[in-house]
């Protein structure tokens, strides 16, 4: 086992797939991992030595004594399928490093190769000039054409030719590498809302990805709360407009006042 990762459990996986998720555009991939996380029963399996991959800037001070320094975590969880389909293994990196990405992506493969993992699965947003209105769709890719016609056949968008940023999408050219199935499932995010969390974009992923591994999982919370941004979005734009509106506008009677003075 890779020297840089620390295995806290031995469980016996059912024909497992590896799920990996860092933070991105609109915050999709970790919204999709840590709602996983928390609804169904993941046990803790094992941790990557953060201090190899990232650098301090600082320290915090609490009641004036310093506190050692802290660093992203990078944790592995596993979650038994009682209905007897695949299993899952979890990796949920807190940050994505400025260098060693290559590296750290290498190391969270090591686990689920260690662990049999026959296919690996990461999230991603996917740019697009839908409203945030409009109800966003999945996209998926694949590291092979044969995986690819297994994605068309649960409806997922193929956009042909893309771009996916970050460990989200470098760990699929390593699984690549290593000649095993990979795949992202991307959500459809507004070019104009990147730097906002989007739930809605990750609700469209969890559905896709709960078809394709045959799971169930209770999706009412993020649908309420992808219900909640979108009604926030709108009711932003809406008051984006009205300042817009005050600020280059001008009434009319306010003209009509000014001639009857002259």
Not at 14 to 37: C, D, F, M, R
């Amino acid at each position: 086992m890779n020297k840089l990762v620390k295995i806290y459990a031995r469980p016996k996986l059912n024909s497992p797939v590896l799920l990996a998720a860092w933070p991105g555009i609109s915050n999709v991939a970790i919204i999709v991992a840590t709602y996983l996380e928390r609804k169904l029963d993941f046990k803790r399996l094992g941790e990557i030595q953060a201090s190899h991959f990232f650098d301090p800037v600082g320290v915090i001070v609490r009641d004036n004594v310093v506190e050692a320094p802290s660093f992203p975590q990078s944790r592995f969880y596993y979650w038994k399928n009682k209905a007897g389909g695949s299993d899952i293994i979890l990796f949920i990196g807190e940050q994505q490093p400025a260098t060693k990405g290559y590296e750290l992506a290498k190391s969270v493969l090591d686990v689920g190769l260690k662990f049999m993992a026959k296919r690996v699965y990461t999230f991603a947003a996917a740019l697009t000039r839908i409203h945030h209105s409009e109800q966003p769709r999945a996209w998926g890719v694949a590291t092979n054409q044969q995986v690819a016609e297994d994605l068309r056949r649960h409806n997922l968008v193929q956009r042909g030719n893309l771009q996916i940023a970050g460990l989200n999408g470098l760990m699929l050219g390593v699984t690549k590498e290593r000649n095993i199935e990979g795949v992202c499932l991307l959500g459809e995010v507004p070019m104009y809302a990147t730097r906002i969390q989007n739930p809605m974009a990750a609700l469209a992923i969890i559905k896709a990805l709960t078809k394709i591994l045959d799971i169930d999982i209770d999706l009412v919370e993020l649908t309420q709360l992808a219900r909640e941004t979108r009604e926030g979005m709108k009711q932003a734009a809406a008051e984006a407009m009205g300042e817009y509106i005050d600020y280059f506008t001008e009434p009319i009677w306010e003209h009509e006042e000014e001639e009857e003075e002259e």
